[in-house]
């Protein structure tokens, strides 16, 4: 809705004298140092050409002599480097560590000798680094920036129709030190721009809806510049295209400026009433055209062009709303980086990665560092909601240049022009939909003066501090509370998506809390992600407990999984990531992109009446109506399209779906959002209500008796194929059938802790704790129904009790265990990370296959964590020829599932987690199974370091990993071991034949 204004046009000068600093003036009336950069031009009067882009070739100096003046004759120790790519890239190393310490380009330029007569602004979309600028030798300026725009006029330094030459050095200072990532690049574009001497050097658009959000007031934020020396009385035409390309018929489309004195600036504000616009939303991403000419005596002397996309963001209470719609972000922080290119990265990758997380169902991403321009356009044209942000970092957990957590107050200043940079830059954008200050400092007294200086600055966006150790909470400046990885919650897995405890039970209910950080993905435990890549499917119950607990609380708006994609900067690689550096979806980006689903469907089985199935479901877009759906159904031979019924956003409702009578297949549905992607897929067992079937009397299967053979060595019991033996020395025991061996070591008792200690990844392997068993006793016992049992008891150095083998004619192997833990110091019960059987198995028995329960309904046919699978340990035949054969860098085609870890793939040595049936075989079919109640979980791993054999876990207690900043927010369990702990289960094995 409209902010109290003063009309259709107002405004006061500007003080801005024309200089051949930065263009940049004094403090504006917000209180944040006035940044002009001017907005993008698209036409110049007598101009064909008004833009040079000196991209391209450049003189390099990593070393910078003494001797070096601002010219390029000053040394002849220049060698040639390519701007848009880092010179660390090309042969250079990176950059110094040292504060103060520059690299310098140049480069030779010619000026149209048709600029004859206009002002000429050199800019620079980034300058990374502490930055000084010459022009034929004059120093034009400088900025100790980072990751923003910066522009200069050097219409009094350039020689039009001659040879120029641009200097500069770039050098980390104490500001760009706390900026966290390589300076001194020149990443992105560089250009000389020419503009007639009265011109635009703002246009800054936001658009206010009224209170119905039907009709909206465009809101133009005007700065004309005049150069000469006479009084300038300008006048502004406007004209907006609709979505499709059309002239909107405005009710005034030419504006009469604030007259403007010789060598001043003058600001107005135009307010352009536009009846019914199409809303902008992430949902609804529509995007007009603005296209503003500036007229001096009715002549055309340039015109600008800018997106709009009208949307109205605002606070109400502990909600954030959108176009007047709550808002709940499924969120990805992005570190904009790809492999080999740090942060210079195309527009056509910039858009490519948009599009892969916005199809993962994330509607906002929160990107690092301050992103490029093209970023964001991608953003205002597929849909996703940003937040804009320095680059300030870390002061919460780096001592910094001077060890002092930045309490030097040197870096102020140019934190608060990068901050006027950064709303000068995007403050036009409708996808930035939030300012943030910076990222895990303290919250210091300039954070909560530049937080007032936004807002006066920018009331139309609310502002955040995106922070650590609830630093961002309850402070009275910022209008959302953050606080990254919320700590001590519990998530109850047998619920499958609830989180209780810590500080999730007492964030704030007085404003929105929107967490930037949260949701680690794996990283800082990789020693378990290489024992165990299950550990990435179990993440999965992290993400549905996130995305359940933000859609049921009404004060929490979402937040952002940590991270979105692979880190691959200069100084560090993390393969974290829902994809991986190729942008091959990782098996957890599946768990995200049904977790945080819009639209979800709550049926558990569809039960049809006549041939309709009515599928109950759930809304949960912000604007998008489940009518401007598309529903894709498939069950036997019907098939097909079709429009579901209005459901409002946030309701609950049904849709009716077509069934193909008495066919008993599940019912496929997969709900196609507006923007022509898939937003929800499930698969329902359909229950015939009317079908009457009659079982068929079971048919009991008689087995031959058990046969026992007890010597002074060993217990052999043997029944139909198969056999059973006890070593009366050591407990073990051995098992095969028809004469194969399916069991060769074991049991062996289970208790693990993490791989990882503190932020030091690696420190230990995963290794089993109970040690040095020994035997006490072995005693043979028959019980009912013709079975045997074998009591083994003894001690571990940890833990003393029994084993019992419990062997039945048809073949079933029950082997429990029951000790209790003697050793007087235990494990933590915060890394705990499994407890349980293991056995050794030939590496024959190469043939995984599992029933379990899954978190959803569907699954990719080779996910991980797929309900029923079936997988070979060395992967897919189809793929072994191209894994010889593939070159370095050449994209995978197979699945993350399919890649190998010591020769066997994910997919076969991955934890498969409520299980009910798990067979290990070998080609002959023989093996043994697993039978379980869905409450136990199953692994097959190298059993040891010679690894001529597989160990076949049976857990009663898995973790799923321990990644630190995961689990210090949210754990799915704890199991305390300590001294007195009791420790039991029972492994149900079936041998085959």
């Not at 004094?26 to 833009?51: F, Q, W």
């Not at 007569?117 to 680094?129: E, K, Q, W």
């Not at 641009?166 to 050098?171: C, D, E, F, G, R």
């Not at 409520?914 to 869905?934: K, N, P, W």
Request: proline share 6%.
């Amino acid at each position: 809705m409209p902010q109290s204004t003063l009309g259709g046009l107002c405004g006061a000068v500007l003080a801005s004298a024309v200089s051949l600093s930065p263009c940049v003036a004094g403090a504006g009336e917000s209180g944040l140092p006035e940044v002009r950069l001017t907005p993008p031009v698209v036409a110049v009067d007598g101009l064909e050409a008004h833009r040079v882009t000196l991209d391209g070739a450049w003189r390099f100096l990593k070393d910078v002599p003494e001797s070096f003046d601002g010219t390029i004759a000053s040394t002849d120790e220049w060698e040639e480097a390519e701007s848009r790519q880092h010179f660390a890239f090309q042969g250079f190393g990176r950059m110094h560590r040292q504060l103060g310490v520059p690299v310098a380009w140049a480069r030779n330029f010619e000026v149209p000798e048709a600029w004859e007569g206009r002002r000429i602004v050199l800019r620079f979309d980034s300058l990374d680094g502490d930055s000084a600028v010459w022009v034929n030798g004059q120093r034009v300026g400088g900025a100790d920036l980072a990751y923003l725009p910066i522009e200069f006029d050097v219409t009094d330094v350039v020689r039009v129709g001659e040879r120029n030459e641009v200097a500069l050095t770039l050098a980390r200072s104490y500001f760009t030190a706390w900026c966290g990532r390589e300076m001194g690049g020149l990443l992105r574009p560089v250009f000389l721009q020419a503009l007639p001497s009265v011109h635009l050097s703002r246009l800054r658009v936001t658009t206010d809806f009224d209170e119905s959000y039907e009709d909206a007031t465009l809101r133009l934020d005007v700065v004309v510049q005049n150069t000469t020396d006479a009084v300038a009385s300008p006048q502004l035409r406007v004209m907006l295209r609709d979505v499709a390309g059309e002239a909107i018929a405005l009710a005034e489309d030419r504006f009469l400026l604030r007259s403007v004195d010789a060598g001043q600036s003058a600001s107005s504000v135009v307010e352009v009433p536009v009846s019914s616009p199409k809303h902008w939303h992430a949902e609804t991403p529509n995007l007009y055209t603005l296209t503003a000419a500036l007229l001096i005596d009715g002549e055309e002397q340039m015109r600008v062009e800018r997106t709009v996309g009208f949307r109205e963001v605002e606070v109400d209470g502990h909600r954030l709303l959108v176009n007047g719609a709550p808002l709940k972000v499924w969120g990805a922080n992005q570190h904009v980086l790809y492999p080999g290119m740090d942060h210079a990265v195309p527009a056509d990758l910039l858009r490519s990665d948009l599009k892969v997380l916005m199809e993962l169902n994330i509607n906002y991403i929160r990107p690092y560092p301050t992103p490029a321009q093209p970023y964001v356009d991608a953003a205002n044209e597929l849909g996703v909601f940003l937040s804009a942000e320095p680059a300030l970092s870390g002061m919460l957990y780096w001592k910094g240049p001077d060890g002092d957590r930045g309490q030097n107050p040197v870096w102020h200043e140019p934190f608060r022009f990068a901050m006027a940079t950064m709303l000068e830059a995007y403050g036009s954008e409708p996808s930035v939909i939030i300012w943030s200050l910076a990222n895990e400092c303290p919250y210091y007294d300039v954070f909560a003066q530049t937080a007032l200086d936004t807002k006066a600055a920018d009331p139309s966006r609310p502002v955040i501090f995106s922070s650590d150790q609830r630093k961002g909470i309850n402070q009275p400046e910022l209008d959302l509370n953050d606080d990254h990885y919320p700590r001590g919650g519990t998530v109850d897995v047998s619920v499958k998506g609830m989180i209780t405890g810590g500080h999730w039970d007492d964030m704030p209910t007085d404003k929105p809390n929107l967490f930037t950080e949260w949701l680690h993905v794996n990283r800082t435990n990789p020693t378990e992600l290489a024992y165990d890549p299950g550990i990435e499917d179990f993440w999965g119950i992290y993400a549905k407990a996130h995305a359940e607990y933000t859609w049921a609380h009404g004060h929490i708006v979402g937040g952002c999984v940590f991270n979105s994609v692979p880190t691959t900067g200069l100084h560090n690689y993390h393969p974290w990531g829902l994809v991986d550096d190729q942008r091959r979806p990782k098996d957890i980006a599946w768990h995200f992109a049904r977790a945080n689903a819009p639209l979800k469907v709550l049926s558990e089985t569809a039960d049809p009446v006549e041939d309709v199935a009515s599928i109950r479901v759930q809304n949960r877009f912000a604007v998008t109506d489940l009518a401007e759906l598309t529903l894709r159904y498939a069950h036997g031979s019907r098939a097909g399209e079709l429009q579901p019924r209005s459901v409002k956003p946030g309701r609950k409702g049904r849709v009716q779906v077509p069934v193909d009578r008495g066919v008993s297949e599940p019912l496929r549905l997969e709900f196609v959002s507006p923007k022509g992607y898939v937003v929800e897929v499930a698969e329902l067992p359909v229950v015939w209500t009317d079908a009457v079937s009659a079982a068929p009397d079971a048919v009991k299967q008689e087995f031959a008796p058990l046969q026992t053979e007890e010597c002074e060595e060993r217990v052999s019991v043997s029944g139909d194929g198969f056999v059973v033996t006890v070593d009366r020395q050591t407990g073990g025991l051995v098992a095969s059938v028809s004469g194969a061996p399916v069991i060769v070591d074991g049991p062996n008792l289970v208790v693990r802790r993490s791989g990882w200690t503190g932020h030091i990844p690696g420190n230990h392997a995963v290794v089993n704790v109970p040690s040095g068993w020994s035997a006490s006793s072995v005693s043979v016992a028959e019980i009912g129904d013709g079975g045997v049992e074998i009591e083994v008891r003894g001690v571990y150095e940890q833990a003393e009790g029994a084993f019992s083998y419990v062997v039945e004619p048809d073949g079933n192997l029950a082997v429990g265990y029951d000790f209790e833990w003697t050793a007087e110091v235990g494990l933590d019960g915060q890394q705990t990370y499994e407890v349980g059987l293991s056995f050794g198995v030939p590496r024959e028995l190469d043939r995984l296959s599992w029933r379990r329960d899954g978190l959803w309904s569907v699954y990719p046919p080779a996910h991980i964590g797929r309900p029923v699978g079936d997988t070979l340990a060395t992967g897919d035949p189809r793929w072994a020829d191209m894994r010889n054969t593939m070159a370095d860098g050449e994209r995978k085609p197979w699945p993350q599932s399919q890649d190998l870890l010591d020769g066997l793939t994910r997919d076969f040595r991955s934890t498969k987690t409520r299980v009910h049936e798990a067979a290990l075989l070998a080609s002959t079919g023989v093996g043994v199974r697993v039978v379980s109640d869905g409450k136990q979980s199953v692994r097959v791993s190298p059993h040891d370091q010679a690894n001529d054999r597989f160990a076949l876990h049976v857990l009663d207690f898995y973790r799923g990993g321990t990644e630190l900043h995961l689990v210090k927010s949210v754990s799915a369990g704890r199991f305390v071991v300590q001294q007195g702990t009791a420790l039991n289960g029972t492994a149900v094995l079936r041998l085959l034949d």
